[in-house]
């Protein structure tokens, strides 16, 4: 881990001045900034986005979750300052859940529990030392295949059976749908980060860090830009030191690309560990893939770095998923069957199918399998019991 990273740390205050005495507890721990109030805020912090955000809550969370979407920015870890009544308070709990906080601090805090909320959160920003993680690449040379939508659906998937810290990186620069499917509207993207000084490897991966949006559901999403022209300036090279920094941050990263052949997906697929090459059993779809399957041996990926799924299958298929992998001279790696009612739906309410609970329908019962293959491939343990309230607190149970 970088030694050289120092979290920049917001401490939002309220009339009450419970957190008054937190910045000298905090000291070397981090760039501090203190404010009583949004406009100080504003002006400390400058344009930007803190790593942890410590935010007084005694009208509630809801109350503090507008305070930052004022601020318009989302920290990448959020604790909230709660009296202990309020944190006793099972509404209260429920209220910073649904308001994206990571974690509950009882204000005015004691050293020992700011230190450790304050160590949770870095950690789950850093990563633990010398930890990498694991680095998923879904890719189909045909467009529409459902690239997307498995990336999105398989890192709920993964997040839900518990003891992972799950990011998706959106790498279609030019039209990336990850953030709208997950129904997020992220303050902080890729956009622009081009304009950061490319050899500064500090400046970057502060900046990047800061661009992480929170789902409710725990899972962390790196979006990509709304606006196709802020994307530009990425080039290859910073696309590989980009996975390689959030490899630090996550356990599993799942990138979503697009299907355009060119130097950014080559940096993306060469950095990951392994390749969903996600294809429709169809005929037409089958050509395509050869073709992307006669790249990657071109790339002299490994055989085993490249894993076949097919999607949106169903009785009806053309080709049975079997035949469609021998007309390849590949194993079938998984299925995915066809849903596509609950799709649209999903699509049409911005509320991904797995976003719920517990997977219900094929679509989501066959992702929830590819994710359970997948964390044994890749060499991670069996899913933990399901925790009751899942992604929040989730800091302290991990790691
Ligand atoms: N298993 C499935 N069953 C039914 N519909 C599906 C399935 N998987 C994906 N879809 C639908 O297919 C459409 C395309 O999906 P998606 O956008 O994820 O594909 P993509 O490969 O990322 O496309 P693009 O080339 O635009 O990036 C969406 O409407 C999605 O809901
Ligand atoms: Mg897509």
Known sequence: MNAAFTP????????????????????????????GSLEEARGALDGQTPHIALVACASGPAEAEGRLADLGMTPGWLIAGATSGQAADPEFLRGAMQARFNDILSIPPEADALHEAFDNGLRHIQGPEGAKGKVVALYSGKGGTGVSTLAVNLALALNHQGGLRVGVLDLDLQCGVVASLMNLQPTQTLGKLGDVAAGDANALRDELLSRITN????????????ILHDGLNITAEMVSRVIRILRDRFDLLLVDTPKWVGDRLVAALDE??????????????????????????????????????????TKESELQPEEAAQALSRPAYFAVPAEHARLIEAANRGVTPLADAAARGPFAKAVAGLAEKLRADLGFGAPKAQPKKRGFLFGRKAS
């Open 8 to 35: 920049l740390v917001l401490i939002l205050d309220d009339d009450q001045k419970n957190l008054k005495a937190v910045p000298p507890m905090l000291e070397g721990k981090g760039k501090v900034v203190y404010a």
């Open 215 to 226: 789902h409710e559901s725990g899972v962390r999403v790196i979006a990509a830009p709304p």
């Open 272 to 313: 990951a560990d392994q390749i969903l090459l996600v294809a429709e059993p169809l005929i037409p779809a089958l050509a395509k893939a050869r073709e992307s399957l006669r790249l990657f041996s071109r790339f002299e990926y490994p055989q085993e770095k490249v894993a076949l799924v097919f999607n949106r299958v």
